[in-house]
């Protein structure tokens, strides 16, 4: 049975950081399709930032140059560091995995951007 949970969500005001992360069980992260998403009250499910096995990222462009997402193969966790923080930022953020053709949800973690 495959878990995902996500950490590290919180309060921030705009230009401020905030790390997330995703704790994988019951799967090896590094080996599938990983992937941060965000929604906002009212609007759709957005991808946010993606990593392919290996080395290939992709971001939505409204993050780029912000966010980074990694992954730490020894603690099987998928990170997103946010910098520069923005108020249009705030969402709930969830981390998803593509393992054996099943998508796979954590529970979310809300970011709020507000001073």
């Known amino acids: 049975q495959v878990q995902l949970v996500e950490s590290g969500g919180g309060l921030v005001q705009p230009g401020g950081s905030l790390r997330l992360s995703c704790a994988a069980s019951?799967?090896?992260?590094?080996?599938?399709?990983v992937g941060w998403y965000r929604q906002a009250p009212g609007k759709q499910r957005d991808l946010v930032a993606s990593s392919i096995t290996g080395e290939r990222t992709n971001y939505a462009d409204s993050v780029k140059g912000r966010f980074t997402i990694s992954r730490d193969n020894a603690k099987n966790t998928l990170d997103l560091q946010m910098n520069n923080l923005k108020p249009e930022d705030t969402a709930r953020y969830y981390c998803?995995?593509?393992?054996?053709?099943?998508?796979?949800w954590g529970q979310g973690t809300q970011v709020t951007v507000s001073s």
């Open positions: 998803y995995a593509l393992v054996g053709g099943r998508d796979y």
């Open positions: 019951g799967t090896i992260l590094s080996m599938y399709v």
